[in-house]
């Protein structure tokens, strides 16, 4: 009931017409509801048949509760039923996350989620719609489906989400990926992750391979923006600390180091692997580099959700600077999505 509106299940229709039209005849697609008690809309049904699976889209309506456990597992079953060998198995959520009914424990969910990506099959989560959304839930439960999650508020963003970055969506070309950096104190004084709060990963979780961790879509493309102080900067925001590692009790670790910045280390499994592969790569210490059009935007973006919680560290840094920035490296936008970004941010100051 909760989905009865044209920003959800109208747009939920809308997306899904997209996927349809980007199928051909190896690839099979089910439609499964769950409106208080679970259902099947549409058998699993060949996508060049589109007449057929376009008719069924066209029927779903919203109504009733939302006993949304029960739907996963109806979906997960036809899956395993019609699993693909060698191909992509998926099962795709689209809803607000508002589940109310039946197995609604996070526990029990993620733990059906689990079981069934050893099999094989992943889990994508599709958000839509205001007011009772649920995204963190929805976020969980793709993290756990070895899957990804995305928010969708306009056909535009679909897609971006379902046309143009199909095979970043759907297609995972490594998982379990853990990054771990560590800053040569010798350079670097203090250092902040902006983001990325709840994927952070214990140390001592970063060589073990049972821990579960994200996933990456081909050609797909990650950013991680980290804050840094340069040692010996009048901007720290800490003291000095007597025992703490720093720059007076590390010459030993650091000598022939000086000219480095920081190491990265990356572990991975392939799809089919249990096992992880490792490789590091030494970031060095440059006098001045210039930052590509990319880095630049990220930047704004990341100084934009700095500005809406609260502009903690930003100081003197605010929305004319940030406007400046992001309109200097919107750069070649052929989907607009940048601009996009840049209407958000005039909003924003203008509220």
């Known amino acids: ?23 051909n005849e ?4 089910a439609l499964v509801v769950y409106a208080g008690a679970a259902g099947v809309v549409l058998e699993s049904t060949p996508g060049d048949d589109k007449l057929k699976i376009l008719t069924a889209l066209e029927s779903l309506t919203a109504g009733g509760s939302t006993n949304g456990g029960a739907g996963i ?40 989620i689990k079981h069934k990506r050893e099999k094989g099959i992943a ?13 963190s839930l929805m976020e969980q439960l793709a993290d756990v489906g070895n ?12 897609i971006n989400v379902l046309v143009e970055e199909m095979q970043s969506t759907l297609f995972t070309i490594a998982k ?9 104190p010798a350079t670097v004084s203090e250092y902040r992750l902006i983001g990325y709060e709840n994927r952070l990963l214990r140390q001592e979780d ?12 081909s050609g797909q493309t990650l950013t991680a923006l980290y804050e840094i102080t340069p040692t010996g900067s009048a901007s720290a925001l800490l ?26 280390k990356i572990r991975y499994k392939m799809p089919d692997q249990k096992n992880s592969t490792v490789f590091c790569a030494t970031v060095m210490n440059e006098e001045s580099v210039q930052a590509s059009e990319n880095i630049r935007f990220a930047t704004a973006i990341a100084g934009f959700g700095q500005l809406l919680q609260g502009a903690t560290y930003t100081k003197e840094w605010d929305y004319p600077q940030l406007l400046e920035l992001a309109r200097n490296s919107r750069g070649d936008d052929e989907q607009g999505y940048r601009s996009e970004m840049i209407q958000l941010v005039e909003l924003a100051s203008a509220l």
């Open 1 to 23: 009931g909760s989905m009865q509106s044209p920003d959800k299940l109208g747009l939920v229709k809308s997306s899904l017409k997209l996927l349809v039209s980007s199928m």
């Open 26 to 29: 190896d690839d099979r697609i």
């Open 73 to 112: 597992e109806l979906a997960y079953r036809m899956a395993e039923q019609h699993l693909i060998e060698g191909g992509i198995n998926r099962v795709i959520i689209a809803s607000d996350g508002d589940m109310n009914v039946g197995v609604s424990s996070i526990e029990a969910l993620t733990e059906l």
């Open 123 to 135: 889990l994508t989560t599709l958000a839509y719609g205001t007011g009772n959304l649920n995204y």
């Open 147 to 158: 899957g990804n999650a995305a928010y969708i508020d306009t056909l535009n963003e679909a």
């Open 176 to 184: 379990d990926v853990k990054i771990q950096i560590e800053f040569n």
């Open 206 to 217: 970063f060589l073990n391979d049972k821990i579960d961790a994200g996933e990456i879509g």
């Open 239 to 264: 003291t000095d600390r007597r025992y703490g590692a720093g720059p007076q009790t590390t010459g030993a670790q650091t000598s022939g180091r000086d000219n480095e910045l920081a190491f990265v």
